[in-house]
């Protein structure tokens, strides 16, 4: 059975120092209108439990007094919020109370004058409550029980005609009371809501700009590496002029070679990232044999693990999966790529198993492993774990990011199990689907493009100057008898002459 919590362990550092910083007034105006009301019944004989009564409400309205200014310094407060709260809402308790046990002290039916005022002043403290104890609800019910509900049984016990009224009408001020505190407490409830988005929203914020600003750099980073690297090739090749070796121009030009297709890599990923992110990239789900696409998409890295000295293997038996192929075959080229780039020695390895109505995907290595507090960083964009330098031969540090994406935009469920030094287990599962309704692949595959084109009459159609040069000059290159116009005129110009 669920225990009823009175007092909260711990309560919001805003509302406790609200509560502490209005405990001493409260506790003055209390002591006030406690003598008020005790000095209209010291008009007959002296009472000794009310002079009791007197003395232990002034030494805890006095106790609360200093105990709010004293926690109200900033040391205090902050050292020990949970004594605080507990002993604000305590001592208030107390002075219900304290309250509460007033109406049986004084003992004065007769004196309208005397009643009038004890009601008066108990009635207006239960309200009063609703004020100061509005983020703390079950506090404000048993306050506003404990001081008005001796008071309305003592008036119920009495039996007058008068007493049957003032009964009446302090229940319906208590009731009051906590329906205006449940107002209250669901309002500040809301606020309280509303901050902690407010606060979530500006941290979600402050991360999407400095992820935005690490994306950036690292960006810049990749960029201008090939790109630094082209300008100097190419002022190496300038240098040499005519004089140059051909075989010099060839390694010069490889290197260029290399330059641009690193940049390209760079350009591609980040353009595959945002496409993602803006939802421009859409699912086309379809049934295909997941044995068939793994061994496909496997088969091009396999030159790359032997020249590591690394053992790929697939193992996956006839499986139906319901996707999108191509999509699928993304994610599993950026794992497997990923997990021979880190592995040094050993295997790398692809499981599919059915697990229910899913088909369990593995992609397994022996490679470096990834240390805990790094694991739910590595789907981040550029985040590397091990290349500080950003060595372009360990990758960009967007695989990842694009198999999460992918991943969400397929609604797969992507895990990963790693520990330093004993390599990585990246898991997806894949809806099952019935084998009948796999739809075959086209055979062949493709064709090379030079001898397609090679003798054709190609006419570029481009308004950038070196983007038109550079294709002209790449398509003379693959036997093409090819012209180039930077717009529609002078293409129409071309056509004029016949070049058809």
Same mark, same amino acid.
């Given at each position: 059975?669920?225990?009823?919590?009175?007092?909260?362990?711990?309560?919001?550092?805003?509302?406790?120092?609200?509560?502490?910083?209005?405990?001493?007034?409260?506790?003055?105006?209390?002591?006030?209108?406690?003598?008020?009301?005790?000095?209209?019944?010291?008009?007959?004989?002296?009472?000794?439990?009310? *002079?009791?009564?007197?003395?232990?409400?002034?030494?805890?309205?006095?106790?609360?007094?200093?105990?709010?200014?004293?926690?109200?310094?900033?040391?205090?407060?902050?050292?020990?919020?949970?004594?605080?709260?507990?002993?604000?809402?305590?001592? +208030?308790?107390?002075?219900?109370?304290?309250?509460?046990?007033?109406?049986?002290?004084?003992?004065?039916?007769?004196?309208?004058?005397?009643?009038?005022?004890? !009601?008066?002043?108990?009635?207006?403290?239960?309200? =009063?409550?609703?004020?100061?104890?509005?983020?703390?609800?079950?506090?404000?019910?048993?306050?506003?029980?404990?001081?008005?509900?001796?008071?309305?049984?003592?008036?119920?016990?009495?039996?007058?005609?008068? !007493?049957?009224?003032?009964?009446?009408?302090?229940?319906?001020?208590?009731?009051?009371?906590?329906?205006?505190?449940?107002?209250?407490?669901?309002?500040?409830?809301?606020?309280?809501?509303?901050?902690?988005?407010?606060? $979530? $929203?500006?941290?979600?914020?402050?991360?999407?700009?400095? $992820?935005?600003?690490?994306?950036?750099?690292?960006?810049? !980073?990749?960029?201008?590496?090939?790109?630094?690297?082209?300008?100097?090739?190419?002022?190496?090749? !300038?240098?040499?002029?005519?004089?140059?070796?051909?075989?010099?121009?060839?390694?010069?030009?490889?290197?260029?070679?290399?330059?641009?297709?690193?940049?390209?890599?760079?350009?591609?990923?980040?353009?595959?990232? +945002?496409?993602?992110?803006?939802?421009?990239?859409?699912?086309?789900?379809?049934?295909?044999?997941?044995?068939?696409?793994?061994?496909?998409?496997?088969?091009?890295?396999?030159?790359?693990?032997?020249?590591?000295?690394?053992?790929?293997?697939?193992? $996956? =038996?006839?499986?139906?999966?319901?996707?999108?192929?191509?999509?699928?075959?993304?994610?599993?080229?950026?794992?497997?790529?990923?997990? *021979?780039?880190?592995?040094?020695?050993?295997?790398?390895?692809?499981?599919?198993?059915?697990?229910?109505?899913?088909?369990?995907?593995?992609?397994?290595?022996?490679? *470096?492993?990834?240390?805990?507090?790094?694991?739910?960083?590595?789907?981040?964009?550029?985040?590397?774990?091990?290349?500080?330098?950003?060595?372009?031969?360990?990758?960009?540090?967007?695989?990842?990011?694009?198999?999460?994406?992918?991943?969400?935009?397929?609604?797969?469920?992507?895990?990963?199990?790693?520990?330093?030094?004993?390599?990585?287990?990246?898991?997806?599962?894949?809806?099952?689907?019935?084998?009948?309704?796999?739809?075959?692949?086209?055979?062949?595959?493709?064709?090379?493009?030079?001898?397609?084109?090679?003798?054709?009459?190609?006419?570029?159609?481009?308004?950038?100057?070196?983007?038109?040069?550079?294709?002209?000059?790449?398509?003379?290159?693959?036997?093409?008898?090819?012209?180039?116009?930077?717009?529609?005129?002078?293409?129409?110009?071309?056509?004029?002459?016949?070049?058809?």
């Amino acid at each position: 059975m669920r225990r009823l919590q009175l007092i909260p362990d711990s309560v919001e550092p805003g509302q406790l120092e609200r509560l502490l910083r209005v405990s001493p007034m409260v506790s003055v105006l209390s002591t006030v209108g406690a003598v008020v009301s005790c000095v209209l019944y010291f008009k007959g004989p002296v009472d000794r439990e009310l *002079i009791v009564w007197l003395v232990l409400f002034g030494c805890v309205s006095l106790a609360r007094v200093v105990a709010g200014l004293w926690a109200l310094r900033p040391a205090v407060l902050s050292a020990n919020p949970r004594l605080w709260a507990r002993w604000g809402l305590g001592s +208030t308790l107390v002075h219900a109370l304290q309250w509460g046990a007033l109406s049986v002290v004084l003992r004065a039916p007769g004196n309208a004058e005397a009643e009038s005022i004890l !009601h008066i002043t108990l009635a207006a403290v239960a309200m =009063g409550s609703a004020v100061h104890l509005s983020g703390f609800y079950r506090v404000l019910v048993a306050y506003v029980v404990c001081v008005l509900g001796p008071l309305v049984l003592r008036d119920l016990l009495v039996g007058t005609s008068y !007493h049957a009224v003032m009964a009446g009408m302090c229940f319906l001020i208590g009731v009051y009371t906590l329906l205006n505190g449940r107002n209250q407490s669901q309002l500040i409830e809301a606020l309280h809501l509303e901050n902690q988005r407010s606060e $979530a $929203a500006r941290r979600a914020a402050e991360e999407a700009n400095a $992820a935005r600003t690490r994306f950036f750099a690292a960006a810049n !980073h990749d960029l201008r590496q090939p790109l630094h690297a082209m300008g100097l090739l190419a002022q190496t090749l !300038h240098g040499q002029g005519p004089k140059a070796s051909p075989v010099d121009v060839a390694e010069v030009s490889g290197h260029l070679v290399e330059c641009v297709e690193g940049m390209t890599n760079v350009v591609d990923d980040l353009l595959e990232i +945002t496409r993602l992110d803006v939802g421009h990239m859409t699912a086309q789900s379809s049934v295909f044999g997941l044995d068939e696409l793994l061994r496909e998409t496997c088969q091009p890295y396999q030159a790359l693990a032997r020249a590591k000295g690394l053992q790929l293997a697939v193992d $996956a =038996g006839p499986l139906a999966v319901r996707s999108d192929r191509a999509l699928v075959a993304r994610v599993l080229a950026n794992l497997v790529s990923n997990a *021979i780039r880190y592995t040094r020695a050993g295997a790398v390895r692809i499981y599919a198993r059915p697990q229910g109505d899913h088909v369990e995907l593995r992609v397994e290595d022996t490679g *470096i492993g990834i240390a805990r507090d790094h694991l739910p960083r590595i789907f981040e964009e550029f985040y590397q774990v091990g290349n500080p330098a950003r060595d372009r031969r360990l990758g960009l540090g967007l695989g990842l990011a694009t198999v999460k994406r992918l991943s969400d935009l397929l609604s797969l469920s992507v895990s990963v199990q790693s520990a330093p030094g004993q390599g990585s287990v990246f898991t997806l599962m894949l809806p099952v689907a019935p084998s009948h309704e796999l739809v075959p692949l086209p055979p062949g595959g493709t064709p090379a493009v030079e001898p397609l084109i090679a003798s054709q009459q190609v006419l570029v159609i481009e308004d950038d100057a070196d983007s038109r040069n550079a294709l002209l000059g790449l398509l003379r290159q693959w036997g093409c008898d090819a012209r180039a116009a930077p717009g529609a005129r002078e293409a129409l110009a071309w056509l004029g002459q016949g070049f058809t």
